[in-house]
T-cell receptor
Framework: AQSVTQPDIHITVSEGASLELRCNYSYGATPYLFWYVQSPGQGLQLLLKYFSGDTLVQGIKGFEAEFKRSQSSFNLRKPSVHWSDAAEYFCAVVGSYNTDKLIFGTGTRLQVFP | DVKVTQSSRYLVKRTGEKVFLECVQDMDHENMFWYRQDPGLGLRLIYFSYDVKMKEKGDIPEGYSVSREKKERFSLILESASTNQTSMYLC????????????FGNGTRLTVT
């Protein structure tokens, strides 16, 4: 069965530092991959998505993610974090076994210190 | 922009009550979803719907039912609320099946006492 693992429950960075949030998926073929962000008290907002083609995808708010098939990973990065990036981040996968279901990781909470 | 509106931000209900959570989307999306979100567990799919009057069980349907009488509205029903259903409930919609992204509402925080 498809699954998504976000190994870091909580990450703390200083404002201006670089950021990488890890995501590993379990799936046999090329998956459809997403990153969502949830600000406090809000629903989830799509940051970026990968379906095929260029393995480095750009998203909103200066985020990017790189699909690495050999490592079954889709890590999210940002070169310089802003205090407003403090939120919870979710990686998700849609597999072709059932393309109707989006499977989410357990999330990574990002804290940003000034 | 797609707007997904959940009728209540906060609800407090008593054990055994029948609870309705309402969700409306304004973009004529085919698919709608109900998730619950709990700390450390991420989002878990309760039910989803491909189209009007159609529904499919997700991963944790026990204790819940749904209704989709109109395309824009998807209701989650707790037939007899229990304390273990205290959670954040998120509704989402997307234009069709496959790889189109989900659009989420802001969530309903339900407390069952």
């Amino acid at each position: 069965a498809q699954s998504v693992t976000q190994p870091d429950i909580h990450i703390t960075v200083s404002e201006g530092a670089s950021l990488e949030l890890r995501c590993n998926y379990s799936y046999g073929a090329t998956p459809y991959l997403f990153w969502y962000v949830q600000s406090p008290g809000q629903g989830l907002q799509l940051l970026l998505k990968y379906f095929s083609g260029d393995t480095l995808v750009q998203g909103i708010k200066g985020f990017e993610a790189e699909f690495k098939r050999s490592q079954s990973s889709f890590n999210l990065r940002k070169p310089s974090v802003h205090w407003s990036d403090a939120a919870e981040y979710f990686c998700a996968v849609v597999g072709s076994y059932n393309t109707d279901k989006l499977i989410f990781g357990t999330g990574t909470r990002l804290q940003v210190f000034p | 922009d797609v707007k997904v509106t959940q009728s209540s931000r906060y609800l407090v209900k008593r054990t055994g009550e029948k609870v309705f959570l309402e969700c409306v989307q304004d973009m004529d999306h085919e698919n709608m979803f109900w998730y619950r979100q709990d700390p450390g567990l991420g989002l878990r799919l309760i039910y989803f719907s491909y189209d009007v009057k159609m529904k499919e069980k997700g991963d944790i349907p026990e204790g819940y039912s749904v209704s989709r009488e109109k395309k824009e509205r998807f209701s989650l029903i707790l037939e007899s609320a229990s304390t273990n259903q205290t959670s954040m409930y998120l509704c989402a919609s997307r234009i069709d099946r496959g790889n189109s992204p989900l659009h989420f509402g802001n969530g309903t925080r339900l407390t069952v006492t």
